[in-house]
């Protein structure tokens, strides 16, 4: 006798995760499930999206399917990231990173007039897009878009390729490289030249800290995030070091105050004095995964041009440069679980990634997650099907985090609980912005100012 499978709709699944994880935030649970299955437009919530903050694909395409694949012109339409808040499950307002998958359950439509968000065609939130800041019309003689300089008031990628090249370099989950062929191949973007114009970066820097600080009315801070691929020898005749640091100059010393975080390989502690003294405030060495034995696999130039003991050795040393939560290397969360090597059993994904966290965090480095997007031009989805991991995995691990750093007394995380200018009516009250600090956000309750020392 031959049973068949009955799946169970995922609102039941929702429901059953929000009991069995009481003490754990709904807005976390539904976040995390949406990042890990991607979500759905219709053409009537794509078209709600005129005026909003359009998608950029500023690093890697963070999508489950490529763009050739894609219908109604969706990664021209849709939003960078929305808002999902109240449904029937009181969410408060939390942000969720677009990642286009055409079978997700999870649909953002337009229901009696405004915008919802459907699990299995049941409302559970309602939906709002983020307004572009006004320099997202500006564009340089050249054609070049001021966004696609400076996405999202904050992301400016300087060099949209990388140098670990092929599948003996290129990190497994990463599809920097394939994402910039296929931006070009869709003629939709201007990436001909994958080194952006560092004059270019400070003339939008300024743009942004002067509507940042007209919209607030006084002068604010402002928070960049500076990355881009790793340079193996010289680019344009400079190392890494001697490339990001201009670009570090460029975001930092236009005028107000600024703050900037570089995203490179891990480097000795002498770098990062260098890159400290050019105005760097914040260093990320992304490991990406914990694990000795999957950071070999997964990260195989790192792995073989760096590798696992001087990786770890010198984030820990980079905190006696930038101070203790200044140093914010990514871990790509659920990467554990990667076929056909990764850990079989949540229980081992997040016994190991908590042996990672608690290291890292008694040594005043504050890791941050990204949760793994199964993009479909990375090598892992390319070689081996990668289904999602379990939300279990998700939950526990960012309640693990959450108990060390307060455990070891970290400061609260910068950049989340800041007042956003680009942003003034959305924050800091009434939304959780925090990309990856959600959990610690929601907990705590607050956002607007640190908590007392």
Not at 2 to 23: C, F, G, K, L, N
Not at 243 to 251: D, G, K, P
Not at 280 to 285: F, I, L, M, R, S
Request: hydrophobic residues 35%; contains cysteine.
């Amino acid at each position: 006798m031959v049973r068949e499978t009955v799946t169970r709709p995922r609102t039941e699944e929702i429901e059953a995760y929000i009991r069995r994880y009481s003490d754990v935030p709904h807005e976390v649970i539904v976040k995390e499930d949406i990042l890990n299955l991607g979500q759905r437009f219709t053409d009537a919530a794509l078209g709600a999206a005129e005026g909003a903050m359009v998608k950029s694909y500023r690093l890697f395409s963070y999508d489950m399917v490529r763009m050739a694949d894609m219908e109604q012109q969706e990664h021209k339409r849709a939003p960078e990231w929305f808002l999902i808040e109240a449904g029937p499950y009181g969410l408060r307002t939390v942000q969720v990173q677009t990642r286009m998958a055409p079978d997700s359950p999870y649909l953002v439509d337009v229901v009696d007039g405004r915008l919802a968000l459907l699990l299995d065609g049941v409302a559970i939130a309602r939906v709002r897009y983020p307004e572009a800041p006004d320099y997202y019309t500006r564009s340089f003689e050249d054609g070049t878009r001021y966004h696609e300089i400076i996405a999202n008031g904050n992301f400016c990628t300087a060099f949209r390729s990388c140098q670990y090249w092929g599948p003996k370099e290129e990190c497994k989950f990463c599809d920097i490289n394939e994402n910039a062929r296929q931006m070009k191949q869709s003629h939709d973007f201007t990436v001909a030249a994958p080194v952006k114009r560092a004059d270019y970066v400070a003339e939008v820097a300024n743009e942004v800290q002067r509507e940042a600080d007209a919209k607030a009315g006084h002068p604010v801070e402002t928070y960049y995030v500076l990355t881009g691929g790793t340079i193996l020898n010289k680019l344009h005749g400079k190392t890494e070091e001697e490339f990001y640091s201009e670009y570090v100059e460029a975001l930092k010393w236009g005028g107000g105050r600024r703050y900037v975080a570089l995203q490179t390989n891990a480097r000795p502690k002498e770098i990062m004095r260098r890159y400290r003294a050019v105005g760097v405030d914040n260093h990320n060495a992304n490991m990406e995964v914990w694990d000795r034995r999957l950071f070999e696999w997964i990260n195989p130039g790192k792995a073989r041009r760096i590798g696992w003991e001087n990786w770890v050795k010198w984030m820990c040393e980079s905190v006696d440069v930038f101070g203790d939560g200044n140093v914010t290397p990514n871990l790509v969360a659920g990467v554990e679980m990667a076929k056909p090597y990764g850990f079989a059993t949540v229980a081992e994904a997040v016994q190991s990634t908590a042996e990672g966290l608690d290291v890292l965090m008694s040594h005043g480095v504050m890791p941050r997650f990204n949760h793994w997007c199964r993009e479909a031009g990375s090598y892992l989805v390319k070689e081996h099907e990668q289904p999602p991991p379990p939300l279990d995995y998700y939950i526990q691990i960012l309640a693990i985090r959450y108990e060390l750093w307060k455990k070891y007394r970290l400061p609260y995380p910068h950049g989340n609980y800041r007042y956003d200018p680009m942003h003034p009516n959305e924050s800091p009250m009434g939304v959780y912005h925090g990309a990856y600090d959600d959990f610690i956000l929601l907990m705590e309750d607050r956002k607007d100012e640190p908590p007392p020392a």
